[in-house]
T-cell receptor, first 113, second 115 residues
């Protein structure tokens, strides 16, 4: 039972490049989430998805794009990476709705030079 | 503005001592409340959650939390901490149940354990 996985685990890129972070879950959970974690800010919601082809913005969505063509995958794309997007990114999923228990992936550490 | 506050950035307690981590929120109605724990290099794991009913909630790993409406607080407690409890703890809130509700996390409290 793989659960929820993220790839890559570490990524270094340059300003202006497009970067895609992958998230895959094996539970057929309806909801999926993307967060970024920065020192002093806790976790901030970037985007979430209630089901395939249904996505909505979170608190810090500018500069990010998501898609969800399949229930199990929820990729996050930085269209033109900036230094301020250097962060640790966590994907999570939940069986039910926004109030249900969320299960987190191990995170992707992204550095933008 | 709506917010979740964890006043303590870093707490150190001795192994075997009791623990209380504070969480305050600023929402009008009773929100949905959560505590998550993050071990070093890991994702977050749910410790407990409160929606309604008994204001004292039991969670995993011997943790409990008490919802106090009058103080807008949801503090996490453990009677006797173990070295393995060293981690970062996050309080989270969903302000109200609707299709537009979003979860908001506090900035976290890092717990260190003194041998």
């Amino acid at each position: 039972d793989a659960g929820i996985t993220q790839s890559p685990r570490y990524k270094i890129t340059e300003t202006g490049r497009q970067v895609t972070l992958m998230c895959h879950q094996t539970w057929s959970h309806s909801y999926m989430f993307w967060y970024r974690q920065d020192l002093g800010h806790g976790l901030r919601l970037i985007y979430y998805s209630a089901a395939a082809d249904i996505t909505d913005k979170g608190e810090v969505s500018d500069g990010y794009v998501v898609s969800r063509s399949k229930t199990e995958n929820f990729p996050l794309t930085l269209e033109s990476a900036t230094r301020s997007q250097t962060s640790v990114y966590f994907c999570a999923s939940s069986l039910g709705d926004i109030t249900d228990t969320q299960y987190f992936g191990p995170g992707t550490r992204l550095t933008v030079l | 503005a709506q917010s979740v506050t964890q006043p303590d950035i870093h707490i150190t307690v001795s192994e075997g001592a009791s623990l209380e981590l504070r969480c305050n929120y600023s929402y009008g109605a009773t929100p949905y409340l959560f505590w998550y724990v993050q071990s070093p290099g890991q994702g977050l794991q749910l410790l407990l959650k409160y929606f309604s009913g008994d204001t004292l909630v039991q969670g995993i790993k011997g943790f409990e939390a008490e919802f106090k409406r009058s103080q807008s607080s949801f503090n996490l407690r453990k009677p006797s901490v173990h070295w393995s409890d060293a981690a970062e703890y996050f309080c989270a809130v969903v302000p109200g149940y609707s299709s537009a509700s979003k979860i908001i996390f506090g900035s976290g409290t890092r717990l260190s354990i003194r041998p």
